[in-house]
């Protein structure tokens, strides 16, 4: 018997998964398109990263072919064998890490990384600068602020899960721009659970104006999810990191 049965399925598969991505990556085009008119930027300033955690890497690769150039991870070892795959050779893509990262792992995401957005704290600067000259490489950094409201009146507030105290947010960019295989790129939050967005992005804007006086080339600002980008766009967020409206929804623990 011929096994053209099979295959058939499979093309299919592949077809109906790619009519998915495309529409997933159209609606929101569609959305970032909106809230930027609504407050008068232009779309070309806002960038898509499109997180691709849980997804297989056959999905990079339809991206990838439907003009998708950047796309995020959030932990070191999925990151890796993904984003390494042969599957992905020859496709340009710029690699962003935007997950919690344990210093022990900045020699492994910084060997693969383009740009790391969760940079919280002093150590993690400097291991992820010797990391990077160790790989010959540089890696476009951001720093992760802290957008709990509690966080903001606290510069002692002990660094980790959510990034750095706002008031403490200065001197972090000033030691990862100090780092000579880094290259601050500018400011990350992620807004808390269940909290007003717009509030907390506004938080993270002032940061970034502040980081900027000091570093006129840290233009970014990463801010902004499926369920929230419309108010990262309104408060100047330059980077969208965009994962379940594109692919679909991920499982809910893993
Ligand atoms: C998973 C993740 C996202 C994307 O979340 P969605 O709600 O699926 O868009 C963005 N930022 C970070 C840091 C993430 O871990």
Not at 43 to 64: C, G, M, N, S, Y
Not at 159 to 167: E, S
Request: glycine share 10%; charged share 25%; hydrophobic share 45%.
């Amino acid at each position: 018997m011929s096994d053209w049965l099979p295959d058939d399925a499979l093309v299919d598969e592949a077809q109906t998964r790619r009519a998915e991505i495309e529409a997933g990556l159209g609606a929101v085009h569609d959305r970032v398109e909106t809230a930027c008119h609504a407050v008068g930027r232009d779309p070309a300033e806002v960038t898509i990263v499109v997180v691709t955690k849980f997804f297989p890497v056959q999905d990079v690769r339809i991206l990838a072919e439907l003009g998708v150039r950047d796309v995020g991870e959030n932990r070191d070892q999925e990151a890796r064998l993904k984003l390494t795959s042969p599957t992905l050779d020859g496709v340009a893509l710029t690699r962003h890490f935007i997950g919690q990262l344990q210093t022990n792992k900045a020699g492994s995401v910084a060997s693969y990384a383009d740009v790391v957005h969760t940079v919280d704290r002093d150590r993690l600067a400097t291991a992820l600068g010797r990391a990077a000259a160790g790989h010959g490489r540089t890696v476009q950094a951001l720093v992760q602020v802290s957008l709990d409201p509690e966080a903001a009146d606290d510069p002692d507030r002990p660094a980790g899960r959510g990034g750095v105290a706002p008031a403490a947010a200065r001197a972090l960019a000033d030691l990862v721009a100090a780092q000579d295989h880094l290259e601050l790129a500018g400011v990350m939050g992620v807004a808390p659970l269940g909290g007003d967005p717009d509030a907390a992005f506004e938080r993270l804007l002032e940061v970034a104006v502040a980081v900027r006086t000091d570093h006129p080339e840290a233009a970014w600002v990463s801010a902004g999810m499926s369920g929230d980008l419309e108010a990262a766009v309104r408060h100047g967020a330059t980077h969208l990191r965009v994962g379940s409206a594109i692919l679909g929804s991920r499982p809910a623990l893993r």
